[in-house]
């Protein structure tokens, strides 16, 4: 991080999100932008590509969407990789949900 990036905590519904802020260095007021992270998560990468929109005069918010996902740190690559590729009509599909929890194979108690 910069001396004028940082890590921030904002209220959200639900409770609060953590994310990583990145102002210009000149005054403000700044126009503004968010970076949504992809599937792997808050990454370095995001985090410079916010500094490199501060340095070129945006304020730059990246909000961590997995903060409150408490089964995020048990994802990995190979389980990113495999969901990106399989779809409900893959003949996997049921034998992959099968391997989580109940309430994880659904939105809001609605099964997939």
């Known amino acids: 991080m910069s001396s004028r990036d940082e890590t921030?905590?904002?209220?959200?519904?639900?409770?609060?999100?953590?994310?990583?802020?990145?102002?210009?260095?000149?005054?403000?007021?700044?126009?503004?932008?968010?970076?949504?992270?992809?599937?792997?998560?808050?990454?370095?990468?995001?985090?410079?590509?916010a500094l490199s929109f501060a340095d070129e005069g945006y304020l730059a918010l990246a909000p961590d969407l997995y903060t409150n996902d408490a089964g995020y740190p048990n994802h990995?690559?190979?389980?990113?990789?495999?969901?990106?590729?399989?779809?409900?009509?893959?003949?996997?599909?049921?034998?992959h949900l099968a391997k989580f929890a109940e309430p994880r194979r659904g939105l809001d108690g609605v099964p997939l």
């Open 8 to 49: 921030v905590s904002f209220a959200a519904p639900g409770g609060s999100i953590d994310g990583y802020i990145a102002p210009p260095a000149t005054p403000a007021p700044w126009p503004a932008l968010i970076l949504i992270h992809p599937v792997t998560g808050l990454t370095q990468n995001v985090r410079e590509t």
């Open 76 to 95: 990995t690559a190979e389980n990113i990789n495999e969901a990106a590729h399989m779809g409900p009509n893959s003949s996997g599909w049921e034998s």
